[in-house]
């Protein structure tokens, strides 16, 4: 069972705009960070946008000024809104969380099954 949830992904045509959604579940002392990747098939996993339990954000080249991803620390969410979307935006998107379990662990890197975003021409 994984212990990300994403949901909001579908099929949008150019220029439009998704919102995804990422719930972390689980046992969960602490989050440091959240975050997004993507990956097409036959390529390998790429950063889109990450954020820190500080509000920190960073973002790949190629999304910055049309996505913007985002927390919620008290609820363990992250978002990603995503606009202007281009048909090579196409991909399966990843939740990502360096999480903490408990109090006398450290941190371990969680990952979600993926939700297929398709952007049409």
């Known amino acids: 069972q994984s212990q990300l949830v994403e949901s909001g992904g579908g099929l949008v045509q150019a220029v439009g705009s998704l919102k995804l959604s990422c719930v972390a579940s689980?046992?969960?002392?602490?989050?440091?960070?959240m975050g997004w990747y993507r990956q097409a098939p036959g390529k390998e996993r790429e950063l889109v946008a990450t954020?820190?339990?500080?509000?920190?954000?960073n973002y790949a080249d190629s999304v910055k000024g049309r996505f913007t991803i985002s927390g919620v620390n008290a609820k363990n969410t992250v978002y990603l809104q995503m606009n202007s979307l281009k048909p090579e935006d196409t991909d399966v998107y990843y939740c990502?969380?360096?999480?903490?379990?408990?109090?006398?662990?450290?941190?371990?890197?969680?990952w979600g099954q993926g939700t297929l975003v398709t952007v049409s021409s």
């Open positions: 689980g046992s969960i002392f602490s989050i440091a960070a």
């Open positions: 954020i820190t339990n500080a509000g920190m954000t």
């Open positions: 990502n969380a360096k999480k903490r379990p408990h109090w006398y662990t450290g941190y371990v890197e969680v």
